[in-house]
């Protein structure tokens, strides 16, 4: 839908269930099930704010919902709300996901980190201070690193390094007694952006093993590089991150040197988005040697 330039957008019955993987074949059910759910979408609510926090607004992304099951090819409307236009249509980034796969995970902390690494999915690295990764995962308090290791990080390594292809995940320490740890980095081959996952399954348990055997021969896991080998591709991984940044930046100068001052002004919510994005690879650069 983001890429609708209009305000109403048809689907025809066939293409809502193969997007959604629907299984019954009844319109007069599929049909409630759409009721339902859109009564659902309903309920959410959309707002944005000045940086001031002065001036807000709240909005519903879609405002109309039309269900014609009485023509050869039946079909639903969906109309879009004029404002939410431009957060369907000027993103760059989405976060998507096949949702089969992800309840298909046994795992809590897998679903959480799952969605997690979605944002970063044409990345292939993500990194999370310590305080972040508790909060985020919504980690006990009372769990110690042994807790952690056994029931978060076990569990995520077994359900999605498959599902993440090269996954690996490697503690970063600090300084001072003991070399307590400050955060997690998850690297993995980065997924192309058009990548049709939408309904996927979640790994079987012998695909999980065998994809977890692969990632230990690699020895990644909480090892600092110390081949010439294991340097070279950390120099080349910064040198990638390096370029993501110079291309970002590059994007920012020629976006800015076009727009009116009008432009620039309604893009400011977009250019925050690429400071998030130029911290988190500032962020992937400090962290590596660590």
């Not at 059910?29 to 704010?49: A, H, N, P, Q």
């Not at 639903?76 to 709300?81: E, L």
């Not at 569990?155 to 995940?169: D, H, N, V, Y």
């Amino acid at each position: 839908m983001r890429e609708k330039g209009d305000k109403t957008v048809r689907f025809t019955f066939d293409q809502l269930k193969d997007l959604s993987n629907y299984k019954a074949t009844a319109n007069v059910r599929f049909v409630d099930d759409l009721k339902t759910t859109y009564e659902k979408i309903l309920s959410l609510r959309f707002g944005r704010r000045s940086e001031s926090g002065l001036s807000y607004e709240m909005f519903v992304m879609f405002t109309k919902f039309k269900i014609n099951g009485d023509t050869p090819e039946p079909y639903v409307d969906i109309q879009i709300f004029e404002d939410a236009l431009p957060l369907l249509n000027g993103l760059d980034s989405w976060v998507r996901y096949s949702l089969q796969q992800f309840n298909e995970l046994q795992s809590s902390y897998s679903k959480t980190m799952f969605r997690l690494l979605k944002q970063f999915r044409t990345k292939g690295y993500a990194y999370f201070s310590k305080e972040d990764f508790h909060e985020l995962l919504d980690i006990p308090k009372s769990y110690k690193q042994p807790d952690i290791d056994k029931r978060v990080i076990k569990p995520i390594r077994q359900e999605l390094t498959a599902i993440f292809k090269g996954l690996t995940i490697k503690k970063k320490y600090g300084k001072g007694r003991g070399k307590p740890v400050i955060g997690y980095q998850f690297s993995f081959k980065p997924e192309i952006k058009q990548a049709d996952d939408f309904n996927k399954h979640a790994p079987t348990k012998e695909e999980q093993n065998r994809a977890l055997a692969q990632a230990d021969k690699q020895k990644e896991y909480e090892q600092q590089p110390t081949t010439i080998d294991e340097k070279i591709l950390e120099a080349k991984r910064k040198v990638e991150l390096l370029e993501q940044l110079k291309e970002l930046e590059k994007k920012e100068k020629q976006d800015t040197k076009n727009q009116t001052p009008t432009e620039q002004k309604k893009s400011k919510s977009d250019s925050q988005l690429s400071e998030k994005d130029k911290q988190d690879l500032l962020n992937g650069l400090s962290n590596f040697g660590k």
